[in-house]
């Protein structure tokens, strides 16, 4: 077993690590408090813009070959020479970990190296089941960063942890594809750049229950899709990416918008989230790295009762179940990632479950330790802490809840004594 990056994938994590903290940890909260306090005076509009430093970044990044560094071996190909990722980039899943890692010190450095869910997923299942057609209209402009996209498969009207439950229909018609039905928490519908969906819906009920349903590429602008409304997350929205309701109203898109063909969406999904899990995992460790900086921090530098705060109430100890939690979980997910490198999706389900249930949750801890250590000052926005605290309990649904998770890792290992399911 191997979980040591490479290195040239240990090159562009220290180059990642440099930019986010010469660049983009300097200008993050002021940009972030830009867009609250537009949306405070009114003035919505604004909250859905990416402002000038924000694209400035992001050109920076690219012209440092910081981009698209998530394109997976055997992938990358002549996208990343005709992108400009650094040295063609094609990092297996062990080397882009750490990557993903250290962009979780930052809400905003995966977006700003062209990283950020859901467009790298979006991405990777062009890359790997897009047709000739859907590549040179969808994949070049996403990796070109010229256009943002969406995922839709959650719905509002059944319990979308049972992805079979699906209503929304996506019915072949000729040589249309018919879409009706209501999606939320479609993620990055609010960008103003978002171009393109992929919508997950029922194609035929009476085929195999995991045949059923089909992955169709809608442009945004088509008729009948309309965003009702977005959605906040314990009163966060994301912007400008963002988390919507779409409603879709007798859409037609031209049936070679169906990625891979009918009836082919779990295949696809099951493709899209291992890898996709591995980045969320990380990122976890990232935040949860950050929070603990930020508790050591604060408990350093603040005296109670006579004493830095660090050396009260068991703090020290917290310390150190923070160091030990966060190490783990890195450790469980880098062998969760060579699994996928070396066995692919279906060879790790039970590791694959694990980090998306164990990341997210260390995450909640290490941060909810550290929103204690800074008081009142830890529930404002003053400090990341509450946003952070939002964003690890949000991934402990997105992707499918804890529970969902565990129940995989016990199939599989009841299944090594003979269980069925």
């Not at 698209?68 to 970990?97: C, I, K, M, W």
């Not at 935040?287 to 930020?294: D, G, K, S």
């Not at 350093?300 to 660090?310: L, N, W």
Request: with cysteine; charged share 20%; aromatic share 6%.
């Amino acid at each position: 077993m191997e979980l040591s990056s490479s290195a040239h994938a240990a090159e562009l994590v220290a180059a990642v690590r440099s930019f986010i903290a010469g660049d983009v940890m300097p200008v993050e909260d002021a940009l972030h408090r830009q867009l609250r306090n537009a949306a405070e005076c009114g003035n919505q509009a604004a909250r859905w813009q990416v402002p000038d430093e924000l694209v400035e970044l992001r050109d920076k990044a690219r012209k440092q070959g910081l981009w698209n560094l998530f394109l997976p071996a055997g992938h990358e190909g002549p996208y990343a020479q005709r992108f400009g990722t650094r040295g063609g980039a094609g990092l297996s899943n062990v080397d882009y970990a750490p990557i993903a890692e250290a962009t979780g010190w930052s809400f905003l450095a995966p977006y700003v190296f062209n990283c950020n869910a859901p467009d790298s997923g979006n991405a990777e299942v062009l890359l790997r089941y897009g047709s000739d057609e859907q590549k040179s209209r969808w994949l070049d402009p996403l990796l070109a960063g010229d256009i943002r996209s969406a995922f839709a498969m959650t719905e509002p009207d059944v319990a979308s942890s049972d992805a079979t439950n699906m209503q929304l229909t996506a019915v072949i018609d000729g040589g249309e594809v018919v879409i009706n039905g209501r999606k939320w928490w479609t993620t990055g519908i609010g960008h103003p750049d978002c171009t393109v969906l992929i919508v997950m819906g029922l194609t035929d009920p009476e085929a195999n229950k995991y045949a059923r349903h089909s992955m169709v590429l809608v442009p945004r602008d088509t008729p009948g899709v309309k965003v009702e409304r977005m959605l906040d997350t314990m009163g966060f929205f994301d912007e400008p990416f963002g988390h919507g309701e779409v409603s879709f109203t007798n859409v037609r898109v031209p049936v070679s918008n169906v990625i891979a063909g009918p009836g082919r969406a779990f295949e696809i999904a099951q493709g899209r989230l291992g890898p996709g899990r591995v980045h969320h995992a990380m990122r976890m460790v990232g935040l949860a790295e950050r929070a603990l900086h930020l508790a050591c921090e604060r408990g350093m530098s603040r005296t109670a009762f006579g004493k830095p705060i660090i050396n009260l109430g068991g703090n020290r100890e917290r310390v150190a179940d923070a160091r030990i939690a966060i190490d783990s979980t890195r450790l469980l997910i880098l062998d969760a990632a060579w699994k996928l490198d070396t066995v692919g999706p279906l060879g790790a389900l039970s590791e694959v479950s694990a980090i998306k249930v164990a990341a997210p949750n260390m995450a909640q801890q290490v941060i909810d330790f550290a929103m204690q250590i800074h008081g009142g000052a830890g529930l404002s926005s003053d400090f990341p802490l509450s946003a952070a605290w939002t964003a690890a309990r949000a991934v402990r649904l997105a992707d499918g809840p804890d529970e969902v998770h565990k129940n995989v890792i016990a199939r599989v290992e009841l299944g090594k004594h003979g269980a069925g399911r």
